[in-house]
């Protein structure tokens, strides 16, 4: 037996899992019966269903033909993901001007043809920017500063 | 009668200076950001959405439409000049309008596309105006079983018309419906697999879904692949197509409009098949000389004009039935709710002015765009010299705003960070997204609907086949899972959806 269809395999994988976790996680909660469906019943159901195909594309991998997963760039993937958490975690101490500059500054890496200046003079831009639209002119209630 | 009535009542709304003025932002705003490459309808509307917050329900839903369209025909203009669709539906426009572009043509074939989504937008207007009531008012005599088998059958469609597997996009609403299961039930109370996390509660935000999935992953790919494109930013020259060209397009336009409008009211269809359908439609129509794939203007023409139009009819099942038919209505239905308005056939009778007024808008914000698009085009060509790697920081800071301002919780910018990551896991799966949001979205009603009917029903689940309006959404819902599972149409659709 091989592998024909690497992605189809890996995603059927990945649906099988999340039908599991789901219909797991779903069992502490009161199934009821189908006239009055309690809270376990619909997504049991629906992960019984998720799993059902989650097999079947799975299976069908080992009879189709399909492409390889592609590569992963770890780059451009976790530098995104960790800027943006970062900002998360700026904006919740520092405020909002801090975050921006924060997620401009470390975003800025995800690719390799980054300039330093020119960041530098994008995330002032955006900074301002922001302030000006979002808490000045549509008054969102974001922190700029730190709050201590 | 009556329906000129209301248009012109909605006119009445939508003519408020204040709603011009968020019609015209939404639309400027929108064009601004679908310009810029690889940024789709989604996440321009899902980035622009903390800009409607403040605003009352009527102004804000037709500030997202001006949004929605404005990013439909800045997507044409950055297919046309670099060869880069900047959502799916204008993937078309890319194979003739780039053409146009580098043999000289650009500023006509930006024309066209702004005069031909100009017509189309009218027209369309006028069939949501006459097909959205019937509709709603058929819709209010549904009840909890006819309302599941609709959604059924909308999911179906909707991924029947997706590109990829059927079975994974199947899959794919199901992990959506799961997803959008996180959170309070609203029947018993019970708090769903939030794990232990209080901010979970309240469910997983819509918006970090719709962003991340659209937005950030996108972003990501885009950063993956570095080749450089050929910007014809130089001479556009006049953006005013010639008579000929006028008369050459005339039926294209006409042919573009009417499917685009049929195919905008299917679940799942909208602007995306439509421009397609279009596209292959006038290839085979049209009058010789043919010179498509290589700069023929009624190759742009048509599938400009059937987006536009299938961008407008796409409103229909959306404010009709409360059921979104793509990933950006189902952002609309999404704004609906953080307006406290639940979508649904009560809102034309409940609140006309929101319903005729966002119908009225759309013909302001078609003169808008064209209005703005021609004289305008200039700067939309600088901002496509614009580097990416200044471009996306910018999108990052805005994706992350918005989606705090959302509910102003910093668990969202977290969790917009992890479904980023497991939206690229998915993307690199082939494992495509919209289908996904569409479940998110439909879940918690899907739910809600088949617990009323079982409970009608005393739980004989058989309610669903013998009331015939359910049985027969089902029936079609099957007929199209089987129609598209045979091989032989399977492999036309294959083709169709390659070209």
Redesign the interface.
């Given at each position: 037996m091989r592998i024909r269809a690497p992605?189809?395999f890996?995603?059927g994988l990945?649906?099988i899992g999340?039908?599991a976790a789901?219909i797991g996680?779903?069992q502490q909660?009161?199934m009821g019966?189908?006239?009055?469906?309690?809270?376990a019943l619909?997504?049991t159901l629906?992960?019984v269903?998720?799993a059902a195909?989650?097999v079947?594309?799975a299976l069908?991998s080992f009879v189709i033909d399909g492409?390889p997963?592609?590569r992963?760039?770890a780059r451009?993937?976790i530098v995104?993901?960790?800027?943006?958490?970062l900002?998360?975690l700026a904006?919740?101490f520092l405020g909002?001007v801090a975050?921006?500059v924060a997620?401009?500054l470390v975003?800025?890496w995800?690719?390799?043809?980054?300039?330093l200046v020119?960041?530098v003079l994008?995330?002032a831009l955006?900074a301002v920017f922001?302030v000006a639209v979002?808490v000045w002119l549509?008054?969102?209630?974001?922190p700029l500063w730190p709050t201590s | 009668m009556d329906t000129l009535s209301n248009l012109a009542f909605g006119l009445g709304v939508a003519l408020g200076w204040q709603n011009i003025i968020y019609c015209f932002i939404g639309c400027f705003l929108g064009t601004l950001v679908g310009v810029l490459p690889g940024i789709g309808p989604v996440a321009t509307v899902a980035m622009l959405l903390?800009?409607t917050?403040?605003l009352g329900p009527a102004p804000a839903l037709i500030m997202l439409a001006g949004i929605y369209y404005g990013a439909q025909y800045g997507g044409s203009t950055t297919a046309i000049l670099v060869n880069i669709p900047g959502e799916s539906s204008s993937v078309v426009t890319t194979l003739d309008g780039y053409q146009m572009a580098r043999r000289g043509r650009a500023g006509p074939a930006l024309g066209i596309a702004a005069i031909g989504s100009f017509i189309a937008g009218c027209i369309a207007t006028l069939v949501v105006a006459y097909f959205a009531p019937p509709l709603a008012e058929l819709a209010l005599k549904f009840s909890p079983p006819e309302y599941f088998s609709l959604m059924v059958f909308g999911l179906v469609a909707a991924v029947v018309l997706a590109r990829g597997?059927l079975?994974?996009a199947?899959?794919m609403v199901?992990?959506g419906?799961?997803l959008g299961?996180v959170g309070t039930?609203v029947?018993?109370g019970?708090v769903?697999?939030a794990l232990g996390q209080v901010e979970l509660a309240d469910g997983i935000g819509f918006v970090a879904i719709a962003m991340a999935f659209f937005g950030?992953t996108d972003?990501?790919l885009n950063?993956?692949q570095?080749d450089k494109q050929e910007v014809f930013t130089s001479r556009i020259g006049s953006v005013l197509p010639t008579l000929s060209d006028l008369r050459t397009c005339f039926w294209s336009i006409a042919r573009g409009t009417g499917l685009g409008s049929i195919l905008g009211i299917l679940p799942g269809g909208g602007a995306l098949l439509a421009s397609f359908a279009a596209y292959m439609f006038e290839k085979k129509i049209a009058k010789p000389p043919r010179a498509f794939g290589e700069g023929d203007i009624r190759g742009v023409a048509a599938p400009e004009s059937a987006n536009n139009a299938g961008a407008q009819t796409s409103f229909i099942p959306m404010l009709t039935l409360g059921i979104p038919s793509n990933p950006t209505m189902a952002l609309m239905v999404g704004a609906l709710m953080i307006q406290g308005i639940a979508p649904g056939p009560q809102v034309m009778t409940e609140r006309p002015e929101l319903f005729w007024g966002l119908i009225a808008s759309m013909w302001i914000g078609n003169l808008m765009l064209l209005v703005l698009n021609l004289p305008l085009v200039g700067l939309w060509i600088k901002l496509l010299a614009v580097?990416?790697?200044?471009l996306?920081?910018?999108i990052?800071?805005?994706?992350?705003?918005g989606v705090?301002?959302v509910d102003?919780k910093?668990?969202d910018?977290?969790a917009?960070?992890?479904l980023?990551?497991i939206g690229?896991?998915?993307l690199?799966?082939?494992?495509e997204p919209a289908p996904l949001i569409l479940g998110f979205i439909l879940?918690p009603m899907?739910?809600e609907n088949?617990?009323r009917a079982?409970?009608i029903a005393?739980?004989?689940?058989t309610v669903f086949v013998t009331r015939p309006i359910s049985a027969a959404f089902l029936i079609a819902a099957a007929a199209l899972l089987i129609v598209i599972a045979a091989p032989a149409l399977r492999a036309k659709r294959e083709e169709a959806l390659q070209e």
């Open positions: 992605k189809d890996w995603s990945l649906f999340i039908a789901f996680l779903a909660y009161k019966d189908m006239h009055r469906m309690g809270p619909f997504p629906v992960g269903l998720l195909l989650g079947i594309i069908r492409p997963v592609p992963f760039q451009p993937l995104s993901l960790a800027a943006i958490a900002f998360g904006l919740n909002l975050a921006i997620l401009v975003g800025a995800a690719t390799r043809e980054v300039k020119q960041t994008l995330a955006l922001s979002f549509l008054g969102l209630p974001l | 903390p800009f917050f403040g597997s079975m994974k199947i899959a199901c992990v419906i799961l299961l039930d029947n018993s019970v769903r697999f950030i972003v990501v950063l993956e570095n580097p990416y790697r200044l996306f920081p910018a990052f800071v805005f994706c992350c705003i705090y301002t102003n910093i668990f910018v977290y917009l960070a992890v980023s990551g690229y896991l998915l690199k799966l082939d494992c879940g899907m739910e088949m617990r079982m409970m005393f739980g004989d689940a």
